[in-house]
């Protein structure tokens, strides 16, 4: 059987377009879920490692979908060989039934992961040009430091909750989880709302 994996890094994006191609491409279920690939913790795509059994297949669209490293792949790899189990990539033409697919995989995950690495050097490189040159990364806080005061103050005297807080200065709660963390350090002990 073929259990295919669709992934993105944000809420905001969707996995749509690998879902299309993962079902043209014959899979039968697909996993999918909306984390970054940094994450060691992806359910999704532990509950489909966790379901596949021997003769089965692990179709993703792309490499970088499943793996956040050469390191991880591999680790991947090893679990679908130990219970005889595959591996496809839609977009790099890999097929690990193969012994020739086995090791384009891991020449093809090596200049993955080169990629995200100079990705990575290259953007800390500029923001540390852009913070020389004053530029403040991120984005602009969603409250002025009065009304954060404000807000801290008020759940810390429990005379809201951070939901309405939150709600009082046209903001979202995490905005005021982020207030109360920079007022504190310790944003973990104020309950949730």
């Keep these: 059987m073929q259990y ?23 899979v039968d279920f697909v996993f999918s879920e909306k984390r970054s690939g940094g994450d060691a913790k992806r359910p999704e795509l532990e509950k489909l490692l966790s379901s596949l059994k021997q003769g089965d297949v692990l179709v993703v669209y792309k490499l970088d979908r499943v793996a956040r490293s050469l ?3 591999l680790q991947i790899l090893d679990r679908l060989n130990a219970i005889g189990a595959q591996f496809w990539s839609l977009t790099e033409a890999i097929d690990t039934s193969t012994p020739a697919g086995r090791m384009m995989m891991q020449i093809v995950g090596a200049f993955a992961e080169f990629e995200l690495e100079m990705i990575r050097e290259r953007t800390r490189e500029g923001l540390h040009a852009a913070m020389r040159r004053g530029s403040k990364p991120g984005r602009p806080r969603a409250m002025t430091p009065a009304e954060e005061s404000e807000a801290v103050r008020l759940v810390l005297t429990r005379q ?33 709302h």
């Design 4 to 26: 295919g994996y669709a992934r993105v890094s944000t809420k905001e994006q969707e996995t749509q377009t690998q879902i299309d191609a993962l079902r043209k491409a014959g």
């Design 71 to 73: 390191r991880h792949l």
């Design 160 to 192: 809201a909750t951070k939901s309405a807080v939150a709600r009082r200065f046209g903001t979202h709660i995490s905005s005021v989880k982020r207030a109360l963390h920079r007022a504190s350090g310790q944003c973990e002990i104020f309950p949730e």
